[in-house]
């Protein structure tokens, strides 16, 4: 089955910098990789999510990449702000079935101000 | 997106009793996930619960510890039963939206259960 691996598990930055969030998978039928946010007390929020046919897809301060043939995805945020701080999820699933995950380990982001 | 409520938000247990959970979705959507996150960790699926038939449950979850309900296109249940501290966790209700051409899923606020 599917195997989803995320690195780093904690990540700590300053204000203004930038965070990259690294995931591979291990399933090549995958096409469909989430990134959720979830902050204390909440459950997860989709924040943008990126399908096989695209390699990279951007929403504002947030950027999401796709190597298909390496088989990894990765979410880049620029311009870090304290409301950033959360755990970020990334998931992979088939093509309609973008219900059934399967997630990452989580990485906790911490911004510094 | 949709509007998901799940009820309760949070409950203290005692160990060999279960504990039901609702999952409300205010349109009808046709997929409903339920999750499990331990306590730090990641989010695992349980079961897909299917409206009119048995839930589908993943590979080391089972029915009679987790007894679903799907009565309509709006509504599931989740049942804990026979707890046991190991069963301390947030349990997570999603629904499949159909939007952009595409499925996306979305969750609850989920339900924090400790048991003692």
């Known amino acids: 089955g599917e195997n989803v691996e995320q690195h780093p598990s904690t990540l700590s930055v300053q204000e203004g910098d930038s965070a990259v969030i690294k995931c591979t998978y291990s399933?090549?039928?995958?096409?469909?990789f989430p990134w959720y946010k979830q902050e204390l007390g909440k459950g997860p929020q989709l924040i943008i999510d990126?399908?096989?046919?695209?390699g990279e897809k951007k929403d504002q301060r947030i950027a999401v990449t796709l190597n298909k043939t390496a088989k990894h995805f990765s979410l880049h945020i620029t311009e870090t702000q304290p409301e950033d701080s959360a755990v970020y999820f990334c998931a992979a699933s088939h093509y309609n079935q973008g219900g059934k995950l399967i997630f990452g380990q989580g990485t906790e982001l911490s911004v510094k101000p | 997106s949709a509007v998901i409520s799940q009820k309760p938000s949070r409950d203290i247990c005692q160990r060999g009793t279960s504990l039901t959970i609702q999952c409300q979705v205010d349109s009808q959507v046709t997929m409903m996930f339920w999750y499990r996150q331990q306590p730090g960790q990641s989010l695992t699926l349980i079961a897909t619960a299917n409206q009119g038939s048995e839930a589908t449950y993943e590979s080391g979850f089972v029915i009679d510890k987790f007894p679903i309900s799907r009565p309509n296109l709006t509504f599931s249940t989740l049942t804990v039963s026979n707890m046991s501290p190991e069963d301390s966790s947030i349990y997570l209700c999603s629904v499949e939206i159909y939007r952009h051409m595409n499925t996306e899923a979305f969750f609850g606020q989920g339900t924090r259960l400790t048991v003692v």
């Open positions: 990126i399908r096989s046919n695209v």
């Open positions: 399933d090549s039928a995958s096409n469909y």
